[in-house]
Structure formats: structure tokens, C-alpha cells
Nanobody, 123 residues
């Protein structure tokens, strides 16, 4: 059982930046593909970005490409989401997730989830 704990959310003005972190509970973290999802108010959870187990390959939703960067540090059992040029439409609860089979865009593919961290972008 892998436990994931997100941090780094908050309130920021449009155009600003935030860095989210997600710390895992186990060293087996390095065997998992990791991703960030978000759930805007009143909407379904959506894929944001994913990173392969080695960190060598990354994937992004079109809506965040060029503004967000996902990375991981397996020695620190942590995955990050650097968010720049934030927009009001980025407002959501952000979740990190772990996938033992690789990565994917569908939430159902992921085995473990964090509790979420709120990101609010004001206009």
C-alpha cells in the first residue's frame, strides 16, 4: 500500500506560479508511473501530466503544455508539478496518483491517490 501526500497548493494571482509536491510512503515509489490530475469545481477529474518510473518521459494535457512541468526525484520519493503562467481555469483540487503498470490518462488506471491540494487562481 503506497500512501501519497500532496502539498504546495494555495491562492495565487493569474500569471503567478506554484510548485506542488507529492511525497510517497515507500521506496517502491520508483517502480510506479506517477501523474497529476485535477478536479475543477463541479467537473470531473481530469488528467494533467504524467512521468515514467525513471523520470525520462513526460506527458501533458494540451491545456497545460508549455506552462506546467512534471518531474520526480526517486531518491526523495517525491513527484513535483511546477505550474507557471497560471490561469483562473487552472483552479481545482490537484491530486497525485501512482500506477503500477506504467501511466495513462484515465483515473481508473491508477492504483493509489493522495488526498488532494487546493489550487485557486484569482483573476
Amino acid at each position: 500500500q503506497v500512501q501519497l501526500v500532496e502539498s504546495g497548493g494555495g491562492l495565487v494571482q493569474a500569471g503567478g506560479s506554484l510548485r506542488l509536491s507529492c511525497v510517497a510512503s515507500e521506496r517502491t515509489f520508483s517502480n510506479y508511473g506517477m501523474a497529476w490530475f485535477r478536479q475543477p469545481p463541479g467537473k470531473e477529474r481530469e488528467f494533467v501530466a504524467a512521468v515514467s518510473w525513471s523520470g525520462g518521459t513526460t506527458y501533458y494535457a494540451d491545456s497545460v503544455k508549455g506552462r506546467f512541468t512534471i518531474s520526480r526525484d526517486n531518491a526523495k520519493i517525491t513527484v513535483y508539478l511546477q505550474m507557471n503562467s497560471l490561469k483562473p481555469e487552472d483552479t481545482a483540487v490537484y491530486y497525485c496518483a501512482a500506477d503500477s503498470t506504467g501511466w495513462g490518462k484515465a483515473p481508473v488506471q491508477y492504483d493509489y491517490w493522495g488526498q488532494g491540494t487546493q489550487v485557486t487562481v484569482s483573476s
